[in-house]
T-cell receptor
Framework: GNSVTQMEGPVTLSEEAFLTINCTYTATGYPSLFWYVQYPGEGLQLLLKATKADDKGSNKGFEATYRKETTSFHLEKGSVQVSDSAVYFCALSDGNEKLTFGTGTRLTIIP | GAVVSQHPSRVICKSGTSVKIECRSLDFQATTMFWYRQFPKQSLMLMAT?????????EQGVEKDKFLINHASLTLSTLTVTSAHPEDSSFYIC?????????????FGPGTRLTVT
């Protein structure tokens, strides 16, 4: 079956540091890949997505590239801000509308 | 963009009572809605998939008689937790997909925190 493995947190960084959150997946076929962000007490918001190999999703300074050869979709940001503190979820969809989520990575940015 | 609302945002109920949570797509018609449960510091667990006008499809291990799902219209799905117990306390999140978007992207509601005392 499908699965998503995410780097375990929590992750704590200083403001303006470089961020990487690793995500690898197992799926049949060619899934679409997503990063969702959940701010405290809120539901999930789509951060970025990629639907085919070598696509790069980007939003709010975050980027992730769909790497079929390594089955990865790592999230990166060059300079994080305190407002980026949240829980980040990697997810995939293999075309049947269901999303498979990773366990989430809690990110805390300190000033 | 597509907006999904949930009501209530927080609810406290006594053990043995039932509570209903509403999920609405505000600016699009959602043929499919999903209900998730999230435990503290854990990922989302898909409970069921509901399609307008038909019975919900429950994931393995989810009690359909306890978690009643009704997708009465293209903009409204409800989750009723029947005979709630403290172990049902959790964060419940719904999502909806917009078929006109050309993708299976899901739009999430803000969640409902249920506390059973």
């Amino acid at each position: 079956g499908n699965s998503v493995t995410q780097m375990e947190g929590p992750v704590t960084l200083s403001e303006e540091a470089f961020l990487t959150i690793n995500c690898t997946y197992t799926a049949t076929g060619y899934p679409s890949l997503f990063w969702y962000v959940q701010y405290p007490g809120e539901g999930l918001q789509l951060l970025l997505k990629a639907t085919k190999a070598d696509d790069k999703g980007s939003n709010k300074g975050f980027e992730a590239t769909y790497r079929k050869e390594t089955t990865s979709f790592h999230l990166e940001k060059g300079s994080v801000q305190v407002s980026d503190s949240a829980v980040y979820f990697c997810a995939l969809s293999d075309g049947n509308e269901k999303l498979t989520f990773g366990t989430g990575t809690r990110l805390t940015i300190i000033p | 963009g597509a907006v999904v609302s949930q009501h209530p945002s927080r609810v406290i109920c006594k053990s043995g009572t039932s509570v209903k949570i509403e999920c609405r797509s505000l600016d699009f018609q959602a043929t499919t809605m999903f209900w998730y449960r999230q435990f503290p510091k854990q990922s989302l667990m898909l409970m069921a998939t509901s399609n307008e006008g038909s019975k919900a499809t429950y994931e393995q291990g989810v009690e359909k008689d306890k978690f009643l799902i009704n997708h009465a219209s293209l903009t409204l799905s409800t989750l009723t937790v029947t005979s709630a117990h403290p172990e049902d306390s959790s964060f419940y999140i719904c999502s909806a997909s917009d078929p006109t978007s050309g993708s299976y992207e899901q739009y999430f509601g803000p969640g409902t925190r249920l506390t059973v005392t």
